[in-house]
T-cell receptor, first 111, second 114 residues
Framework: DAKTTQPPSMDCAEGRAANLPCNHSTISGNEYVYWYRQIHSQGPQYIIHGLKNNETNEMASLIITEDRKSSTLILPHATLRDTAVYYCIVQSGGSNYKLTFGKGTLLPVNP | DTAVSQTPKYLVTQMGNDKSIKCEQNLGHDTMYWYKQDSKKFLKIMFSYNNKELIINETVPNRFSPKSPDKAHLNLHINSLELGDSAVYFC?????????????FGDGTRLSIL
């Protein structure tokens, strides 16, 4: 499975956009980029995923670079409830599509 | 309606006991998973079942035995509990075994071994 690299933590003010980077330079052509988050004392929550194209849903936007070696998760207007650890994961078909979680990025949203 | 539900939410028991954790999903998904999150907060896959058949078994001790009576349920039985089994166990499900299908998680079972 391709490895991902994320900053251990970032700062974000309430109401501002949060841009969370992820590096996945060894990604293969058939591997998807997934983003999950884990709010304290809860299970991981699916946010968004993509293969090549940028994606947007009601929670966030996912920007994948043309060479697919990195991506950015964008929360357009962060709220206090977005405080969580955010995980960027590359999902490989060769491993029966299991998710391999790293350490993620801690995003405290400050008032 | 809770999509993926686990019971119990908290489980406190003594070393050497046998315990079970239950998981049910009402999403109509074919694939279910068990993950373990240890004290350092690392989440690791343990098992995966697709249509009641085991497809992933990640070097988990034999004391852990998953059972899937039907597609909507995946239970985890643990024999002879050890101190190192203390962790949060998460159940998840996905529509099918596909890289284009997200997994949906329950809120976890917090297991504490005394």
């Amino acid at each position: 499975d391709a490895k991902t690299t994320q900053p251990p933590s970032m700062d974000c003010a309430e109401g501002r956009a949060a841009n969370l980077p992820c590096n996945h330079s060894t990604i293969s052509g058939n591997e998807y980029v997934y983003w999950y988050r884990q709010i304290h004392s809860q299970g991981p929550q699916y946010i968004i995923h993509g293969l090549k194209n940028n994606e947007t849903n009601e929670m966030a936007s996912l920007i994948i670079t043309e060479d697919r070696k990195s991506s950015t998760l964008i929360l357009p207007h962060a709220t206090l409830r977005d405080t969580a650890v955010y995980y960027c994961i590359v999902q490989s078909g060769g491993s029966n599509y299991k998710l391999t979680f790293g350490k993620g990025t801690l995003l405290p949203v400050n008032p | 309606d809770t999509a993926v539900s686990q019971t119990p939410k908290y489980l406190v028991t003594q070393m050497g006991n046998d315990k079970s954790i239950k998981c049910e999903q009402n999403l109509g998904h074919d694939t279910m998973y068990w993950y373990k999150q240890d004290s350092k907060k690392f989440l690791k896959i343990m098992f995966s079942y697709n249509n009641k058949e085991l497809i992933i078994n990640e070097t988990v001790p034999n004391r852990f035995s998953p059972k899937s009576p039907d597609k909507a349920h995946l239970n985890l039985h643990i024999n002879s509990l050890e101190l190192g089994d203390s962790a949060v166990y998460f159940c998840a499900s996905s529509q099918e075994v596909s890289p284009n299908q997200p997994q949906h998680f329950g809120d976890g079972t917090r297991l504490s071994i005394l």
